[in-house]
């Protein structure tokens, strides 16, 4: 359902914008982030129509999550990166059968791409 790129190493003040692929009936989507020896964090969460959008503290204003209906497409745009932003990224998605408020509870949604690791160096 799912397939996720657009990962790669970039220095400290960079951008990079994920990409991840979709398929299916989507209510919401989203991208999280593992750094090593952390646990998985939420990063961004979008309704499907864009009326409703949410950050975690640490990213808003650098990072915006959105999608491209021309390429049926979801994107992370960052910019403003940061060592500290170092981890795989994954993005995930509720489908319709599973739809509600915007959430960053990972067991919430249904799919997810296989993660694609961003490297920022200082």
């Known amino acids: 359902q799912l397939q996720a790129s657009g990962g790669g190493l970039v220095q400290a003040g960079g951008s990079l914008r994920l990409s991840c692929t979709a398929s299916?009936?989507?209510?919401?989507y989203a991208w999280f982030r593992q750094a090593p020896g952390k646990e998985r964090e939420f990063v961004a969460a979008?309704?499907?129509?864009?009326?409703?959008?949410d950050y975690v503290d640490s990213v808003k204003g650098r990072f915006a999550i959105g999608r491209d209906n021309a390429k049926n497409t979801l994107y992370l745009q960052m910019n403003s990166l940061k060592p500290e932003d170092t981890a795989v990224y994954y993005c995930?998605?509720?489908?319709?059968?599973?739809?509600?408020?915007?959430?960053?509870?990972?067991?919430?949604?249904?799919?997810w791409g296989q993660g694609t690791l961003v490297t920022v160096s200082s």
């Open positions: 995930a998605a509720r489908s319709n059968y599973n739809s509600g408020p915007l959430t960053p509870l990972a067991s919430l949604y249904d799919y």
């Open positions: 299916g009936r989507i209510s919401s």
């Open positions: 979008s309704s499907w129509r864009g009326d409703k959008k």
